[in-house]
């Protein structure tokens, strides 16, 4: 069960990448966040096999044991939501329908933040907060908020 008065955040896969394969040390805050309870990262059965399966694409050449850990490490840092549940609002479609997924899972989770390095999902981050939803940032804008 996540607080009310906690953060909850969706992170798109490449986000995921920087965080849990490649340890990007500007991001270092938003791990601090998830694992002192600061923030709650959700996500759903769709989202996370996206995950594993861009974990298996060649040109990142992980090893097994690189790819085990980035999956243990989301799991124990991302919660999966019960059921996908439709949205009842009208949210953009995204130009990229692989990522119409992450702006669904934000929109039926109660997020506060998509966080997304993916231009698809960014260009609709004014239609987005007009509607009073969520807000779409960069980890870049999320870290120095």
Known sequence: MIPKSTSRLVLDTNVCLD??????PRWQRLVQSMENGEVACVTRED???EWTL????????????????????F???I????TYQPSEMTLPVCKDRDDQKFLELAATSGAHYLISKDKALLKLARRVRKLG???????????AR
């Open 133 to 143: 939803l969520f807000e779409i940032t960069t980890p870049e804008h999320w870290v």
């Open 19 to 24: 965080l849990f394969v490649y340890r990007d």
């Open 54 to 73: 861009v974990l298996e694409y060649p040109r990142f050449a992980l090893d097994d044991r690189a790819k085990q850990s980035a999956l243990d490490e």
């Open 79 to 82: 919660l999966m939501t019960d």
């Open 47 to 49: 989202c996370r096999t």
């Open 75 to 77: 799991d124990r840092l």
